[in-house]
C-alpha cells in the first residue's frame, strides 16, 4: 500500500484489498467459507482499506469501512479510533470510545484529552470503565492520576479494586506498592498487602517481593533482605537482583554487587551499573563487553493442541531480557449499538 502513495492506483490497491475480505472468501487457517472466526491475509486488509480511503481524502469511506467489519487492534492501536482522533472527530471517538469493547479508543481518548491539558476530561473517560469492574483502566486511571500530583486518589483506585476484577493480581499490586511508596504510605502500604489473604493471581514470591519493597521504604532494609533470602526462592537469579536493588536503594553499593553474578545474563547491566557508580570503570566494561549466551529459538508451526509440559518448562528458560516479543493482534468484534459491553483484553504480560 505504501509502495503505490503518489502512483494513482489508489482505486486498484482499494479493490485487491476489498477482495481479501469479501463475503464467502475461505479462511487463511482453515479453509472453510463458513467460519465463524474467519481471518484475512493480510490480517490488516480492513485497515489498509481505510487508509487508501483516507490518503484520497474520503474520510467518511474510510470510516464506514472501519465501522461495518471486523477490524484488528495492534499493539493497543485501534484503527477506527485513531482514524477518528487524526480529523479531530472527538464526539465520534467519544461515542466509540463507550462502545470498544478492548478498552483502547478510551485510552487514545483519555491520552488526547490529558495532552490537551483536559486532565478532569481524561480521568472522566476512565471512571466508567472502572466502575464496571475493568482493571486495566483503573491502572491506566491510577497512573493518570499520579501523573497530576493526585497520587493519594490513585492508591484509592487500585486499593479499592475487588479481587474478583483483578484487584489481588501481581500487576495491580505492583503499581499499588509504588504508590504507597511514591505517596509515603509504605508502612499503611504493608498493612493492606498483610490483609490480603488469597492472592489469586499473584505468586508468593512477587507478593513477598512487594512487601519487601514496602519493607525496605520504611527503613526496615536488613528485614526485607532476610526474608527474601529465606523464601525457597531466594537463591535464584532474580532473587538476587531484588536484593542488590534494595541494597544499593541503602547506599550498600559494595554489598550489591557481591550478591550479582557478573557471569549470568541478567545481572550483567544492574551489575555494570553498580561498579560505574563505585567508579570501578574497567571492570564495569569488562562485565558488560562479555559476549551474551546464544539463545536459538526454533520455529513453532500452527496447532490446536494445548502445550505439552516440557514445551512449558522450555518456554520458561532463559534469559529474561532475551525473551522475544511478540506483536498483539486482537480482534475488535462490534457490540450491538447503544451497548459497551465490558473490557476483554489482555492483562499485561508477567514477569518478574
Not at 14 to 35: I, K, M, Q, T
Not at 92 to 117: I, S, W
Not at 168 to 192: C, K, M, N, S, T
Not at 303 to 331: C, E, T, Y
Request: net charge negative; hydrophobic share 40%.
Amino acid at each position: 500500500m505504501e509502495v503505490s502513495a503518489g502512483l494513482d492506483r489508489d482505486e486498484e490497491v482499494a479493490d485487491l484489498l476489498a477482495a481479501r475480505f469479501a463475503p464467502g472468501r475461505a479462511c487463511v487457517h482453515c479453509g472453510s467459507p463458513e467460519c465463524g472466526q474467519r481471518s484475512y491475509e493480510p490480517h490488516n486488509a480492513v485497515a489498509l482499506l481505510a487508509a487508501v480511503r483516507e490518503r484520497q481524502g474520503r474520510t467518511d469511506e474510510a470510516i464506514e469501512v472501519l465501522r461495518t467489519h471486523e477490524i484488528v487492534s495492534v499493539n493497543g492501536v485501534d484503527p477506527l479510533a485513531a482514524l477518528l482522533a487524526r480529523h479531530d472527530r472527538m464526539d465520534e471517538l467519544r461515542a466509540y470510545a463507550a462502545t470498544e469493547p478492548l478498552e483502547d479508543a478510551a485510552r487514545l481518548l483519555a491520552e488526547l484529552l490529558e495532552a490537551r491539558g483536559d486532565v478532569p476530561g481524561a480521568v472522566e473517560v476512565y471512571r466508567p470503565l472502572v466502575a464496571d469492574g475493568s482493571p486495566h483502566a483503573a491502572v491506566r486511571l491510577a497512573e493518570l492520576l499520579a501523573r497530576h500530583g493526585r497520587g493519594d486518589e490513585a492508591v484509592e483506585v487500585l486499593r479499592t479494586l475487588p479481587a474478583a476484577h483483578g484487584g489481588h493480581e501481581d500487576w495491580i499490586l505492583d503499581p499499588l506498592a509504588r504508590l504507597y511508596v511514591a505517596q509515603g504510605r509504605a508502612e499503611e502500604g504493608l498493612a493492606h498487602f498483610a490483609a490480603i489473604e488469597d492472592p489469586a493471581g499473584c505468586e508468593e514470591w512477587d507478593l513477598l517481593r512487594l512487601r519487601a519493597d514496602l519493607l525496605a521504604a520504611c527503613g526496615f532494609v536488613e528485614q526485607a533482605v532476610e526474608e527474601l533470602r529465606a523464601h525457597p526462592e531466594g537463591g535464584s537469579p532474580y532473587a538476587a537482583e531484588q536484593v542488590a536493588r534494595l541494597l544499593s536503594g541503602a547506599g550498600r553499593l559494595e554489598e550489591a554487587v557481591a550478591v550479582l553474578d557478573p557471569d549470568a545474563p541478567d545481572h550483567r547491566e544492574d551489575l555494570g551499573a553498580l561498579l560505574m557508580r563505585l567508579g570501578r570503570v574497567g571492570e564495569a566494561v569488562a562485565v558488560l563487553r562479555k559476549p551474551l549466551p546464544a539463545v536459538l529459538f526454533e520455529p513453532v508451526g500452527y496447532s490446536d493442541s494445548p502445550p505439552s509440559s516440557a514445551q512449558r518448562s522450555g518456554a520458561a528458560g532463559g534469559s529474561r531480557r532475551a525473551r522475544r516479543i511478540a506483536v498483539s493482534r486482537r480482534r475488535i468484534p462490534r457490540p450491538p449499538p447503544g451497548r459497551r459491553p465490558g473490557s476483554r483484553s489482555l492483562p499485561p504480560p508477567r514477569g518478574r
